[in-house]
């Protein structure tokens, strides 16, 4: 069975920054990427970040140089820091295994369509 639970969303101020947390289980990091994704209000979900086993990383264009993804194999957990929060990260972040659908931009999306409560990250400016 499939679990995710995401945790470190809080409040930040403009410039700010946060350490999500993941902890899943039930898959391998070795079958499948690990992704971030966020849901703004109104908005509909996108894919953030994800990293591969052998640590091949995406990043969305937005967060490109200011969010790290990383994992803990032996803890079954990946991280998210994000730095140089602004409001337009304001969100609640998932976290989900992974694939990659071929389109122009790769567009990720969830291997089993199951999400876990996800953590909310405000951004006040």
């Known amino acids: 069975e499939v679990q995710l639970v995401e945790s470190g969303g809080d409040l930040v101020h403009l410039g700010g920054s946060l350490r999500l947390s993941c902890a899943y289980s039930?898959?391998?990091?070795?079958?499948?990427?690990v992704g971030w994704f966020r849901q703004a209000p109104g908005k509909e979900r996108e894919g953030v970040s994800s990293?591969?086993?052998?640590?091949?990383?995406y990043y969305e264009d937005t967060v490109k140089g200011r969010f790290i993804i990383s994992s803990d194999y032996a803890k079954k957990t990946v991280y998210l820091q994000m730095n140089s929060l602004n409001p337009e990260d304001t969100a609640v972040y998932y976290c989900?295994?992974?694939?990659?659908?071929?389109?122009?931009?790769?567009?990720?999306?969830?291997?089993?369509?199951?999400w876990g409560q996800g953590t909310q990250v405000t951004v006040s400016s």
């Open positions: 039930g898959f391998s990091l070795d079958d499948y990427n």
């Open positions: 989900a295994p992974t694939y990659f659908v071929q389109t122009v931009p790769p567009r990720m999306v969830n291997a089993f369509n199951i």
């Open positions: 990293i591969r086993s052998d640590g091949t990383t």
